[in-house]
Structure formats: C-alpha cells, structure tokens
C-alpha cells in the first residue's frame, strides 16, 4: 500500500517537475515556436515582449523591424534566404538578446548568437543528418615550445579504430583572429562537413586536427585557470611567428597518438584569416610537411606588424617550398574581402616566380559564410593525388 | 611600395576589424562586466537597458530587482552567496534574456541559462583550474539493442595513453530526465571535478563514461539528423527498461576500445534521478558487472508507471545482488527532494533484508547543486578496495 501511494506521488511529481523545466522556455513560444523555416526558404521569427516598444531582428540581412500581435509576441518574416546558416539575434527595445525560444547558438569572441539553417544547397552539409559520424575529441597536449599544455580538437572519422592498422591522412585546420579550437568545430560546422562529404564518398576518409592558433593561450576560454573572463579579439595577437614556429610538435604528438600517414602525402593544412597567414607561413618554412595548402581569405604575408617583404628571402623559400611540388596549392578569398588586395599582390608574386596554384574567387566579404563554403570546395581534393 | 600601402591598409582592417567582432557585446557592458564576483562572495550584475521599466535577476535565491543609474545600465548586488556554481537569467520587462555580457552558459533541456561560480569550498572543485586536464571525447557507437548509432561522452584522465600498458578503472555517469550525454560534463562540470580532485591525489585517475540514457533518442538535441528541434523533457522517457537492457552493450564497447579494468573491480555506475533509477536497476540486473554503485536522488524502482512492487522478486534479486557484496552501494538525496519518501521506502527495504549500504543526506532538493556535491563525495571511494 504504501509503495502505490509512492507511485501516485512519484508519478505526479515527475510530470509536475517536467513541467516547471520545461515551462520557461515555453512561455516564450508561439505555436511552432521560433524559428520557423518557411518552406519558400524565409524565416519566421518571433519573440514575446508585451511591454516592448521595438523590437529587431539582427543578423539575416538588414535589420529587420518586427511587429508585435495583440498577444504581445512579436514576430516578422524575412524575405526568401540563401541556404546557409545564419546567426541572429534580437534587440529587444535596444537589449540585445538571443532569441528565448532557439537553443542552439555558437560564440564569435564576446558575443553569443542564435542559429537557424535555412536548407539546400551547401547548407545540407551544415545540417547533422543520420550518416555514420565521426567522433570529435577535446585533446590536450605538451607544447615545450609554447611552455604549456594546450587544447585542440581532433576529429576521427566514422571507422576509425585506434586498435586497428588502417591509416588515415591528416587536415590542420586553423582559426582566425579571435577564434580558438571551438571555431571550426563550432561555427564553421567542419564536424557536420566532413561527416556528411565523407558519407556521400565525395572526402576521403581522414582524421582533422584544429588547435589553438593563439600563441599566447592554451585554450578557448573558459577552458584554463583565467576562469570565466570576456574574451577580445586582441587575445589572439601574439609575438610573430610565435605559434607557427611551434608547429611541428603539433604534427609529433598526432602522429604520435593517431594512425596517420606520415608523410606529407599525407598532410593538409588550411586556415582562414589569421590562420590563413599561419599555415601560409607553416608550409613555406616547412616545405616537406604538406602535400596540399589552402588559404582561405588569409593574411597571407603579414609578420605581425606589416608584410613581409621579398627582401627577406621570401622568393628564394618559395622557390623552395614549390620545388617540393606540393599536390594542391589553393587560395581563396571574396570579391569584398579587406585582404583582397593583399592576396593580389601575393598571386602576382607567384604569378611573377612562375609558381603555379589554384585560385577560387567567390562573392562576399570575410565571412564564416565563404569559410565554410571554401571547406566544402577544398576537402574533395585532397588526398586524392 | 605597393605593399607598405598593403600593410598599413591590412592593419587598419585588422584593427577595425577586431572592433566591429568585440563592439556589440562591449555595448553592453559596464565598467568590470557583469557578472563580478564581490570579495564577500556576493554577486553584482548588471545589463544596459535604458528603455526598460524594471529588470529582474532570476537564478541566484529569491528574484532580485534591479536599479536603473542615469546611464540607463541596470544593476543589483546579491547578499554574500553560498560558493557554488550558479545558473541565472534576466527579465527585462518580462523577457527572458541572458547575461548579454556573460558568455558562458549551459543549458537544462529548452532553457539556456548564463554562469557564474562563486568560489570556495566544493565550487572551487567546478571551476577549471592549471592542472593536468583529461581529454573529454564525443564517441559514436553501434547499438544493435536499440537499433541505432549513439553518442557518448568519454573522458580520460590526463595521462591515458592508448598506445601504453595502464589500465584504468571506469565510472559509468548517467544523466536525469531531459538530461542527455552533455548533461554531467556541462551543467554537472564532472570534468572539472575530476581534473580537480585527480591533481589533488583525492580521486584514482579513472574513464568516466556518460552517454545517452534515453532508450528512443540518438545523441543530445541538434546532434542528430532530427535537427535543430526544441527538446522536451518527456523525450527521456522511453520503454521501461529499454535503455538499462542495453548497457552491457556500453560496458562491451567501452572495454574493447579503452584500456580498461575488465572486472567488477574497476567499474562503478552512478546516476541521478532518472540516471539513478538506471544505475539502480542495471547494477541489480548485472550484479557481476559494478563493484561501486551511486544512486543520487535516485528513482529507485521506479519502472515507467509505478514503483516496482516486492513480489516482482525484488527481494530475491537484492539479495543475490548484495551476496555479490558490492564494495561500496552508496545512496544520497536531499531532505527536500520529492523522491525523498521513495528513497526512504528503499533504504527501510534495504534494512529489513538486512543489507548494508552507506546512506548521505543532505540539505536541499532535486538540483545540480546537490549532485555536483554527491560527485565529490563518491568520487574518492570509487576504487580504493
């Protein structure tokens, strides 16, 4: 009798608790919640704020004015969208705030954003889908160089089995300005790309490994003894060369630790912006180590302070970084991007040393949107020579 | 010359750059940020909203309301704090929003909350800190009992070499209703814990394995190809047993894949709530399998509509459990829990067939606050035999 009674209560209790977890996220839910994807390829967003007297929605093209019901819940509807992912959020009578009822945000430095797919396209390879996923690890390793322990993802595709003989080649994927080892896995959608090309047989199988390009960190914050501080943007600048030099303990500890190739057959790197300039500057003093190169918007050429200039031998060890004949040398940036004009100069160069590349030129600025498009572009390439 | 016009072009966009990514949260920060933890373990946030009339801080005791100062930046300072880890939210004229200033959040199923630690005591356990840090893996693997690919989080201590001889004992942590494979290396910050307490000679360096304890659902929300969905509590509940049918399934994998201690010796369950009635069940269905066993706030016989009753042939199997004689079956919940009776109901059973368990109970209710404690406390017993 008394193990019923307890039964009734544990079975109201639970719905009841149910209930009061779920209830705050609820509150701020119109039917179908926000936000919806409208199969015309536009968005509806929407937000309850009774008392507010304007409220945008920012992030999906200009900033868009949102009108409010006799409910209180304010909601507008963009135009049909480019597949991509976006992220928003709203400004609630000047308060910027992620939308209440949407989980799921990524971090750019010091601000949290909303995230909505709209799909097709590329955008399908943005999206988790039920293929055979790769596991993704946060892994920490000894840098004597860097004089601390650091913090990098590593992902291991679907079958790889650390106790078997099967090798894989390898991806360095590296950050921008600002960025950390969360940026690829996180806001570049890299896990979801390689999982779902990989799947689809269009991305050779391989192992992906994104450290922290920042010198003078050992990890995304949060993640050290700093505790919870407000990252900026500066955070990233270290003394030249810094992390570049470092490097190839990097390569060690994977080879070391994964089933890899151990050759630069074997070997990819790629970066955007900053970590463009980083694997620029990583595969030209290390002409042995990669196969294949891609710089992605990159600061190509910058030392810290300024571009390099040829004075300082830059011909001669490009010279010497292309009669290693690497398989793929791939640059690519935006029509808009502000370093467009430096990597002119920089295909000039090459175009001048009779060193061949391939070169992408999209639409746009500098932007996760391009960054992750080159992703998709540049993996089916590699290891494939 | 053309690239000293480059250069001072690239640093001016870089600067600008850096500017444009860190303003928007900037704008919304006062003088120290928010939240600042006071010398006297009290807590002041604050939040720019100068068109709002009244803005709350929900998440840190009683709701605090906030005071506008003539730059329109609300503001509140809390009485001194218990240290802990504490999750909070704003309400600015009734919307819910987070700490635009804070960029670290958790979340607990629908709702997204900001962080803060206040340190001392246990809370220094949850805060990272510069010690040697395990590698924390998100792993897929083959559920052919529940018919589908699943996804866990495996943390290994800081030391575990794939390639080396060691062996380590494991931990199996499940997570509550609603809870899924992130819950206990987010909100539960087990990862910190055992960091913290492993440096600290307090705990023996161990695997610890959480995966996904809801027998219908793949991996955590967005990480499967369902999509970017709101989740649900009562997406936990699933077919009585379902899920706890399906561990040995885990313990195989985990046993082929890491270098384990392949015997009741080296391996430990423990769960709350839901996770509880899991570890309760599974260690009484696998009395061979666990030689430690955890129940934390635990929905002990709990069995989808009812508490199991005795003529299931409960007794019978308790006894055969115990006769197995767990090194540790240890049994925590809080004076004010709503699983308090039925836990009481257990341990009277326990009792009445005479065996022996270790019992704490603590202050407070059904929340991480307690479970984050009953980590710390099981920990250091787990594998000392």
């Known amino acids: 009798m008394k193990f019923l009674k307890v039964c009734s209560i544990l079975a109201a209790c ?80 000047g308060v910027r705030t992620l939308d209440p009822a949407n989980i799921y945000t990524a971090r750019d430095i010091a601000a949290l954003s909303s995230l909505v797919i709209v799909p097709g396209g590329n955008a399908d390879l943005y999206a988790v889908h039920d293929v055979a996923h790769g596991n993704v690890s946060k892994v920490w390793y000894e840098s004597p160089a860097l004089g601390m322990q650091r913090r990098m993802t590593v992902y291991t595709p679907a079958g790889y089995d650390p106790a078997g003989e099967r090798r894989y080649p390898v991806l360095y994927l590296l950050h921008g300005m600002g960025g950390d080892e969360n940026a690829w896995s996180e806001l570049g959608r890299a896990v979801m790309i390689l999982d779902n090309m990989i799947a689809e047989g269009k ?10 390009g920042n010198g003078n960190l050992a990890a995304a ?82 030392n810290g302070s300024g571009v390099s200039a040829d004075d300082e031998g830059l011909s001669e060890a490009l010279r010497h970084q292309f009669a290693a004949s690497p ?15 430096l990597n ?39 290891f494939r020579k």
């Not at 060193?355 to 993996?379: I, P, Q, V």
Request: proline residues 6%; without cysteine.
């Open 221 to 302: 914050p949060g993640e050290t003894g700093r505790g919870m501080y407000t990252p900026k943007g500066e955070d990233s600048v270290a003394e030249y060369g810094k992390f570049e030099k470092s490097f190839p303990e990097i390569v060690d500890y994977v080879d070391t630790h994964y089933l890899t190739i151990t050759d630069k057959s074997g070997r990819a790197i790629a970066g955007l912006s900053m970590g463009g300039g980083h694997s620029w500057r990583i595969s030209l003093w290390n002409p042995d180590m990669f196969d294949y190169v891609g710089l992605f918007s990159a600061a190509v050429r910058w």
């Open 203 to 212: 991305v050779e199988p391989m192992i992906v490994v994104m450290p922290n």
């Open 327 to 341: 398989a793929l040398y791939w640059i690519a940036i935006g029509d808009e991007d502000f370093l467009y004009d």
């Open 14 to 93: 639970m719905l009841a608790s149910v209930s009061v977890f779920a209830q705050e996220a609820l509150n701020y839910k119109i039917s179908g919640g926000s936000p919806i994807v409208n199969p015309d390829s536009s968005v509806t967003f929407s937000i309850k704020a009774p008392h507010a007297g304007k409220v945008m929605v920012n992030g999906v093209g200009e900033p868009l004015e949102m009108t409010k019901d006799s409910a209180g819940v304010w909601s507008v509807t963009t135009s049909p969208l480019r597949p991509d992912l976006y992220t928003y959020s709203f400004e609630v009578d």
């Open 344 to 382: 002119k100069d920089y295909r000039d160069m090459l175009d001048g040393l009779g060193l061949s590349y391939e070169y992408h030129e999209s639409a746009g600025g500098h932007t996760w949107t391009n960054w992750r498009d080159y992703l998709t572009l540049f993996l089916p390439s590699l």
